[in-house]
Structures are given as C-alpha cells and as structure tokens.
C-alpha cells in the first residue's frame, strides 16, 4: 500500500525478496532468463514495469499514486482553462504543450517516466503552462487596480 520505495530497481529486490526469482527459475524458463538473464537473482537494471503509473504505485505507494493523478489533473485543469478564457496567442500554445503532455502520458502506459529527456520536456512544459497562468493572473491583477 506504501511502496516499495524509490527507484524503480528495488523492483529487483522485490522480485528476490519474494521468492519470484527460484519460482520462474523452477516453473518457467522463459520468464526467468528475461528477468534474471544467467543471473540465479535479479538484479538493477534488468527489470522495469514499463507504465509510469505501476511505477509510482510500486515506488511510493497508493497515497503517491493519488497524489501524482491530483497533479496530473491539476495540470489539465489549469491549461484547459487557459484554453477557454486565455488571450488568443496564450490559447494555440496551451493547445499545443496539452496535446503534447497527453501523447506523454499515454506513452507512459507502456514506458516508464524517466524516457530518455521526454520526462525533462514534460517538466518544462508545465513549467511553461504555470508561467502562463501566472503571467495572466498578474496581468489581471493589474486591471482591476
């Protein structure tokens, strides 16, 4: 329910903690020379659970997989009222970095979240999409004195 802790090679540790490892050994090669290749144990760097959202349930736990959807939602949420209420130019763009984070995100159904720098380009791209909020926020705050 909590994780198993961060980094995603502790899913090697699980792997040989549960006793996994002599089970595939004795019970399907197949399994056990993708997973542990010659190896008797897992090991870093061989196992993976290829979706970002197994990932952060078995590092962190439930709580942290809630967590990270509230973000995730808040994300959205916030560029998808830019796109309604936003200036013009601000719109296309947030148009764009959404469309954008969402093929990130559905790639992460069969990849992981650290892909090469798509994980950077994604943290930019909220990064862009909180400075438009922000930017328009103190723009309006402006008006209104």
Not at 4 to 13: C, P, T, V
Not at 56 to 81: H, N, R, T
Not at 90 to 95: A, E, G, I, P
Request: glycine share 14%; charged share 15%; net charge positive.
């Amino acid at each position: 329910m909590l994780g198993y802790g961060y980094g995603w090679k502790k899913l090697a540790w699980a792997i040989n903690d549960g006793g996994y490892a002599e089970r595939w050994k004795a019970t399907d090669s197949g399994k056990s020379a993708y997973f542990l290749g010659e190896e008797t144990a897992a090991s870093y760097g061989k196992v993976n659970p290829h979706n970002y959202f197994l990932q952060v349930a078995f590092e962190i736990g439930i709580p942290g997989l809630l967590l990270v959807l509230a973000f995730w939602l808040a994300v959205f949420w916030q560029g998808l009222k830019g796109v309604v209420r936003g200036p013009l130019e601000h719109q296309r763009l947030r148009v764009v970095i959404l469309t954008t984070l969402l093929a990130y995100l559905l790639s992460n159904f069969a990849n992981g979240f650290w892909v090469g720098g798509l994980a950077n380009m994604a943290c930019a791209l909220v990064g862009i999409l909180i400075g438009l909020t922000l930017t328009e926020q103190s723009a309006a705050a402006g008006e209104s004195k």
